[in-house]
């Protein structure tokens, strides 16, 4: 018996990431749904979705939130990470700690994620991670 893939989708309460969650959900894949929204899963959470809270733009909780399922499922085959988002202008109208927010969101929390999915990908010799971003 092959033993259901897990898979972990980063905010999984709207667009993309919720549709994707809701889909693979009914393909009886055993989907946790991040989001810092997580009331916002509430009818993903009926279709089998576990929720998870996260803020991709801080370690602790994406920590935690990898050590909870790493605990639960005992694996992650899956990694989406659908965070993300643009912030367009001109250089001279672009407050910096706005440049340093989305790459807090769109680099440093999809790698700090990777980082510590990885290992767990390695060890059990399997694993894929996706990274989208739709502008």
Request: aromatic fraction near 8%; hydrophobic fraction near 45%.
């Amino acid at each position: 018996m092959v033993a259901q893939k897990v898979v972990l989708i980063t905010v999984a309460s709207s667009g993309i990431g919720y549709q994707t969650a809701k889909k693979l959900a009914a393909q009886q894949f055993k989907v946790y749904g991040a989001a810092r929204r997580v009331d916002r899963l509430a009818p993903l959470v009926q279709l089998g979705v576990s929720p998870i809270y996260m803020d991709i733009t801080d370690d602790e909780t994406i920590t935690k939130a990898v050590a909870h399922i790493i605990e639960a499922s005992g694996r992650i085959d899956i990694l989406i990470n659908n965070a993300g988002y643009g912030s367009y202008g001109a250089i001279e109208n672009v407050h910096i700690s706005e440049a340093k927010k989305q790459f807090d969101t769109n680099l440093f929390g999809l790698a700090k994620l990777t980082q510590l999915v990885l290992p767990y990908m390695r060890a059990q010799q399997s694993g894929r991670i996706i990274r989208w971003l739709v502008e």
